[in-house]
Each structure stands twice: as structure tokens, then as C-alpha cells.
């Protein structure tokens, strides 16, 4: 059965069964937080499926409307309406169980922390092999202006001595909180848009349906698959990046886990 640990802010997972001759996925098993992604999906604003994906990615004229809507002067707004209503709509779901940037998926990954340089010769106890200050911004001795300088690029020379910039800063996103970690993970439990009872069927055109073993064995009747070593099962992960490919696809192709998971892209059409 796919695992998910959305509360702990990591991708949901799911179990696709693959015919490797043919190079499609027959039908995917899935939990319940993945089925409510899918399902979450229908409570998309058609302004708000252009934002996430860009305008264009969209097929058909929808993104050349979103684009006008950007470049419409203030002007020619009526009094009282906005166009971030339409650029940036509230989105609204039941099958929604958090806050997250799409759909109760986990959002993207923070960048990475970025490093700045300071001058190394910004306390003068330095020079005399000894740190009496214990960092630089406490320093009594200081005979000069060094401190005033930061710098994000390694071995730049410092406008006060014209020596090199090499002592290093480090500048952290803040953390979260164990309380907000703890608040996440309770508001998971009983939420959502489909019960937690039984592993659902996903298939490759997003039809869903609750899984058992005889339903499984008529699929792979219905797929006439005569060869069974041909198939190939393949646990995937999705996370912000699959979900916006998943959103993606589903506007475009009809073999949308096909198309995400195993590289056969849709063409796109003007």
C-alpha cells in the first residue's frame, strides 16, 4: 500500500504497475491523501491552474486571457474590482487537509542558505592571536571600519583595509516552531475528501475507484496482458514539482500517470 507522510512535510508516494513492453502504466495503487490530491484538483479556479503553471503551458486560448488580464492597466478596471480576484483566486476545497502551497501537497523545498564574507581582519585581537571578544560585532579594539562591509562573493576586497573578505556568515531561514510542526501534523488526521478505509485504484486517466483483488484481476483481463513477467511494478513519489506536472497533464493527455512517471510527455498544442 503507498505510504505518505504529509504531516512531516514529505511527498506522498504511490504504486504504479507498469507494462514494460508496451511502456505504459496499467493502473496505480494509492492511499487515501493521494486520492484526495487528485480529487482537490476539480476545486481549482481556472485562474489559479494558469498561475501555477504559467500561461504558456495551457493549452488553448485560457493563458492569452490570464495574460491580458496581467496587462490591463488600473485604468480600465471598474471601481471596486480587482484583478488579483481574478489573477489570484481564493481556492476553497473540502479535500483540502492543509495550508500548503498546492492542494495538500508539501511545498517546495526552502533554497538553500546563502553564504556572505566579512572581512577577516575585523576584530584587531585577532592580530594578536587571541579573541577577546568573542566575535566581531562586541569588539572594543577594532581600529577600523571593517565591520561595515558584508559581501556575497568569496575574496572581495574590503573597501576599509583592502584585505580579502573570507570570513564566513551563514544566513538561516527561520525554523519552525515545534508547536506549528505539532499543530500540522494534528490537523492531518480526519480530513480530506475520501475515507482512510481501504487503498483506491488510479487509473492512468485519473479514474478512481476503491481497489480489491478482483477488480484488479479483470483490469489486467481488460488489458488483455498475457505476459505477466512484463510487469513491472514502481513506487514513485509526488511532491509540489509532480503535482503541478500531474495538474499539468491532466489538461492535456488522457495517460497522465504515463506521461509523468514514465517520460511520454503529451504534445503540446498551439
Known sequence: MATTTTANNTALSMKLLVDTKAQRVLFAEASKDVVDFLFSLLSLPVGTAVKLLGTDSMVGCVGRLYASVEKLDGTYVQLGATKDALLHPTVFSAAVSNKSSLLGLPPPPLPQPKNFYICF??????????NCCQGYSRCRNSESNCRAYITNAYGTSCPAC????????????????????????????????????????????????????????????TFAVKDLGALQEKTVRIGYKEGLEILKASLQSKTVLTDVFLGKKPTSKA
Open 162 to 221: 583592502k584585505n580579502h573578505m573570507t570570513t564566513k556568515l551563514t544566513l538561516e531561514p527561520p525554523a519552525e516552531s515545534e508547536g506549528q510542526v505539532a499543530q500540522a501534523a494534528s490537523g492531518v488526521a480526519g480530513k480530506g475528501f475520501v475515507q482512510g478505509i481501504v487503498t483506491y485504484t488510479v487509473m492512468d486517466d485519473l479514474a478512481v475507484t476503491p481497489m480489491s483483488s478482483i477488480s484488479s484481476i479483470t483490469l489486467l483481463n
Open 121 to 130: 581582519k575585523q576584530c584587531s585581537c585577532y592580530d594578536s592571536g587571541y
